[in-house]
């Protein structure tokens, strides 16, 4: 199994800088690709960016040029930093991994969620 911890969100003003890390943790053989998706209240989860092993990134476009994801491969973790941020950011962001557990087995493994506010 594979376990993600995400580090804690917070309430920041508009314009305001945040950042989110994850660290996945268990059986992993590989790390194919680790992103951040977020679910605003009353709306779908939504894709906010993605990392590949090989660093490729992919970015929501209402996030492009604010956020800016990256990731360390020796430690298992994700980065998500996010500046000039604006109420309709607010947000609950969860982590996700898409990782091999074994050979030819990947899987999607999903963090607990952590509250991102942004508020005057």
């Known amino acids: 199994q594979v376990h993600l911890v995400e580090s804690e969100g917070g309430w920041v003003q508009p314009g305001g800088s945040l950042s989110l890390s994850c660290a996945a943790s268990?059986?992993?053989?590989?790390?194919?690709?680790m992103g951040w998706y977020r679910q605003a209240p009353g709306k779908e989860r939504e894709l906010v960016a993605t990392?590949?092993?090989?660093?490729?990134?992919n970015y929501a476009d209402s996030v492009k040029g604010r956020f800016t994801i990256s990731r360390d491969n020796a430690k298992n973790t994700v980065y998500l930093q996010m500046n000039s941020l604006e109420p309709e950011d607010t947000a609950v962001y969860y982590c996700n991994t898409r990782a091999y557990v074994a050979v030819g087995r990947w899987s999607d493994y999903w963090g607990q969620g952590t509250q991102v506010t942004v508020s005057s």
């Open positions: 990392i590949t092993a090989g660093h490729s990134t």
């Open positions: 268990g059986s992993i053989l590989h790390i194919v690709a």
